[in-house]
C-alpha cells in the first residue's frame, strides 16, 4: 500500500487538491493553480483560514507561491514554490503572477524600504534576511547610496547582495538572530522558531532546506557518536534543533528562554532528558560550517 501523502508538503484535501496529485489522491475537484509572490514583508500561512489558527511558516517578501484557492473572506490556500509548504495565507500578502527575476537578497536581518533615496523619509515597510528583489538602479544623497527596487522604494545598497552571492557560514548568519523572540512558525527578526532558524541560515549560503525538524534530519551526514563536534552541526531532539557554534556551545530558538540563545549544549542536552526527550540526531553538512 502506498504511504499517505505528508499534507505539509502536498496540497490535497477531499474537496480540492493540486492537479499534479491526480492519479495519487482523491478530490472531488483538481486545480492547476495559478502564480503568484509574496508582496509584503513577511506572509504568514496558517492551518485554517482563520487570524487565530495555528501559525505554520512564514514566506518572505518575493517568494513565490502557487495558489490553488481563494475565498471571499480574503484567504488564499497555497503551496510555497521553494520549500513545499503548504497552508493558508491573507490574499492582501500576495500579488498575482511570478516574481520579478530577483537581482539581489536582504543580507541583514532587517532592513528598511523608503520611498526614495533618502533615510530621513518615513519607512514604507521593512524587509527580513533573505527578502529577494530586483534592483532597476542606483540613487545617492549625502548619506548613503540606495538600490531602488521594483516596483518602488529604495534600499540602502550595504544591506543588499547580488541574489547569487552567498555566505560560507551559515551558523554566523544564524548568530546574527541572537535575542529575536521565539515564534512558532516564524522566520524573521520579529520572531523565529528552531527549525525556521535552520532554513533562514542555509538559505543565505544557497542551501535549501526544508522546513520541519524532522524533514531537516535527512540533511547531510551522521556525525559518529563520541565523535568531537564542530562547528555548523546541527543537534536535534523530537521537534527542535540547535546549530553547534563550536565543540561546546549550541545556538537555538528555544521556547526555553524565549529567544534565540547560546548555552553549553551539556545544559540544553540535560534540561531535554530532564523531560524524557534524548538526543535524537546529530548532522553535519559538508563544504559548510
Not at 518572505?60 to 503551496?79: H, I, K, M, N
Not at 542536552?269 to 535524537?280: D, H, I, L, Y
Amino acid at each position: 500500500m502506498t504511504a499517505p501523502l505528508d499534507p505539509r508538503l502536498h496540497a490535497h484535501r477531499p474537496d480540492l487538491a493540486d492537479a499534479r496529485l491526480r492519479g495519487r489522491v482523491e478530490a472531488e475537484r483538481f486545480v492547476e493553480g495559478a502564480l503568484a509572490h509574496v508582496a509584503m514583508p513577511v506572509a504568514d500561512l496558517r492551518r485554517r483560514p482563520s487570524a487565530d489558527a495555528p501559525l505554520e511558516t512564514q514566506a518572505l517578501y518575493g517568494e513565490a507561491v502557487r495558489v490553488f484557492e481563494e475565498t471571499g473572506e480574503g484567504w488564499s490556500w497555497v503551496q510555497l514554490e521553494s520549500d513545499g509548504y503548504v497552508g493558508w495565507a491573507p490574499s492582501v500578502t500576495l500579488l498575482s503572477g511570478a516574481p520579478p527575476e530577483p537581482t539581489h537578497r536582504i543580507c541583514v536581518r532587517r532592513t528598511l524600504v523608503f520611498p526614495g533615496p533618502d533615510i530621513k523619509r518615513p519607512p514604507m515597510h521593512d524587509l527580513p534576511l533573505g527578502a529577494r528583489l530586483r534592483v532597476r538602479g542606483e540613487a545617492s544623497d549625502h548619506n548613503a547610496t540606495y538600490g531602488l527596487i521594483a516596483p518602488f522604494g529604495a534600499v540602502v545598497v550595504q544591506h543588499m547582495k547580488p541574489a547569487t552571492a552567498y555566505d560560507t557560514d551559515f551558523a554566523g548568519v544564524a548568530e546574527g538572530f541572537l535575542g529575536v523572540a521565539y515564534l512558532w512558525g516564524g522566520k524573521s527578526a520579529l520572531g523565529i522558531d528552531c527549525s525556521g532558524l535552520v532554513q533562514v541560515a542555509l538559505d543565505a549560503c544557497g542551501v535549501r532546506a526544508p522546513r520541519d525538524t524532522d524533514l531537516q534530519m535527512a540533511m547531510g551526514e551522521a556525525v559518529p557518536e563520541g565523535a568531537p563536534l564542530r562547528r555548523g552541526d546541527l543537534v536535534f531532539w523530537r521537534g527542535h534543533v540547535g546549530i553547534m557554534l563550536d565543540a561546546a556551545r549550541l545556538l537555538h530558538a528555544n521556547a526555553h528562554h524565549m529567544m534565540t540563545a547560546i548555552e553549553p549544549l551539556a545544559e540544553a542536552v540535560s534540561r531535554m532528558e530532564g523531560k524524557g526527550v534524548p538526543v535524537a540526531a546529530i548532522r553535519r553538512l559538508p563544504g559548510l560550517q
